[in-house]
Each structure stands twice: as structure tokens, then as C-alpha cells.
């Protein structure tokens, strides 16, 4: 396994940005009958604030399992996971899913809107439930509205929407909350080649001009190229931890 400790620590040194994510020694092992299957096997992984990290790896290889830790979906088996520098390992659900709630903004491949909610209001959804007042989601989803490019279409239903638009919702919706980590799980895989070329360029505008942390997670090598560090996962460990100097930039 490469360990990524010595990446990190010369951008820590060179950068002096808060720590948004640490894995340490992570691993994890399922049940299956009378048999373990070990998913993840000591992982370390650190993302700090402003990076725009791809995760890699072909079916099977763990990346979807730890996708599962990074966003606090699944607990390890052992390691430890802290999220904007707490220690997250051992709290209880209720816990947990606070933290989750406040400092991870998800973007699934499925855009998971509600589809009796029209755009502000699948955007308002996380701030009402975390009881931000309605001035602050008025002047919030306003701002993330025009920053995703959507002011004609705040009124309309998802049903209303193209999947491009649908996942620029998506991306609204967990920016709303001000989290200090976004994951995206394979952003662009419903959507055709141009409108995923219009939405890896809205990342990466959200990362460049906005300062926004994001660990997008992908099968596609050509979506992770528009990343400045690709992390490759096979078998259940990292087998690769390295900045992008081929980065492309999307036209």
C-alpha cells in the first residue's frame, strides 16, 4: 500500500490549510454467511481545505466502501475518521448524523431530488432542516440559484429540468449549508458527454473561485483528470496518491 502521509505533509507544510478529512488505518470487513470479506484494509487518506481530489478504481475495488467512510455513511471495522478535526469514530448515530448533515454536501450520480419540490425549495431543504431562518435560506438559495446558473428556472420541478440542470440543483443543494467537504459519487454518470464537459467545469469553478473542498469519486479516467490529485484504489487500498500535472482544463 502507498501511504499518502508524506503527500500530506509537504501541503501541510507548504499550504498551512486545515485538515478537512483523515482516514487512519481504516479498514473494514463484512460478513457475508460464513465468510469475511475484507473491503478496506488500512486506508490513510488526507484531504485538506481546497483541494480537488478524484478516487478511483474499477468495481470491486473499495472505492465505493470508502466512499461509505468518507461520507460517515458506514462505520470501520478499525482506524480511525475525523472530519474538520474531530474524531468522529465512535459517536453515536445522532451525533454523526449531525455532523454529517452540517459538514458534507453529497451530489449523487441519481441527483436524489424531491420531485414534489420545485428548485428553491429542493435547494432550502437541508437549511430548513438544520432551522436556518428564512431570510438567511431566502438570500442562500438566491445566490447558489444564480451561481449554478439557474434564475429562469427557480420555479420549476425536477420533472421540468434537463439532467445537467437536475444536477446542478443537486450541486446547489449540498452547497447550501456552507459544509466544509463536498463528495460527489460519479456526478456525470447519468448525463451525456457535453453536459458532463458543463458540470466537472462547474466543480471546478465552485473549487477554483470559490475555495470549495471536493473529493469527486469516479470509474471515468477523463473525469479525473480535471482534478488536481488522483488517488487510485485497488483491492481495498491505495495503491496510488499523486498530484495531477496533466490536469486538464475543461473548455
Do not use: W
Not at 479498514?27 to 475484507?38: A, G, L, N, P, R
Not at 435547494?123 to 429562469?152: C, T, W, Y
Not at 447519468?190 to 475555495?211: C, M, P, R, V
Amino acid at each position: 500500500m502507498v501511504s499518502s502521509h508524506s503527500f500530506r505533509n509537504q501541503m501541510d507544510t507548504e499550504n498551512m490549510t486545515r485538515c478537512i478529512l483523515q482516514l487512519e488505518k481504516v479498514s473494514k470487513t463484512y460478513q457475508m454467511d460464513e465468510v469475511q470479506v475484507q473491503a478496506l484494509k488500512k486506508i490513510d487518506l488526507t484531504v485538506n481545505e481546497g483541494e480537488f481530489v478524484a478516487i478511483i478504481g474499477a468495481s470491486g475495488s473499495g472505492k465505493s466502501t470508502l466512499l461509505n467512510m468518507i461520507g460517515i455513511l458506514d462505520s470501520p471495522t478499525s482506524g480511525t475518521i475525523r472530519i474538520d478535526g474531530r474524531d468522529i469514530t465512535h459517536l453515536d448515530e445522532s451525533h454523526v448524523a449531525r455532523i454529517r448533515g452540517k459538514k458534507i454536501g453529497f451530489v449523487f450520480q441519481a441527483f436524489n431530488l424531491s420531485p414534489t419540490l420545485n428548485v428553491f425549495e429542493n435547494i432550502a431543504l437541508p437549511m430548513r432542516i438544520h432551522e436556518f431562518s428564512e431570510q438567511d435560506i431566502r438570500q442562500k438559495v438566491n445566490q447558489l440559484i444564480q451561481l449554478v446558473g439557474l434564475d429562469s428556472r427557480k420555479n420549476h420541478l425536477p420533472t421540468q429540468l434537463s439532467g445537467g440542470e437536475r444536477q446542478r440543483v443537486a450541486i446547489a443543494r449540498a452547497l447550501s449549508t456552507e459544509p466544509a467537504l463536498v463528495l460527489a459519487d460519479e456526478p456525470t454518470g447519468n448525463l451525456d458527454t457535453k453536459t458532463s464537459k458543463e458540470i466537472i467545469a462547474l466543480f471546478e469553478t465552485l473549487n477554483q473561485s470559490q475555495g470549495k473542498t471536493i473529493v469527486l469519486v469516479t470509474h471515468e479516467p477523463n473525469i479525473a483528470q480535471h482534478c488536481h490529485r488522483i488517488v487510485t484504489v485497488r483491492d481495498g487500498t491505495i495503491i496510488s496518491d499523486k498530484t495531477n500535472r496533466q490536469r486538464r482544463k475543461t473548455k
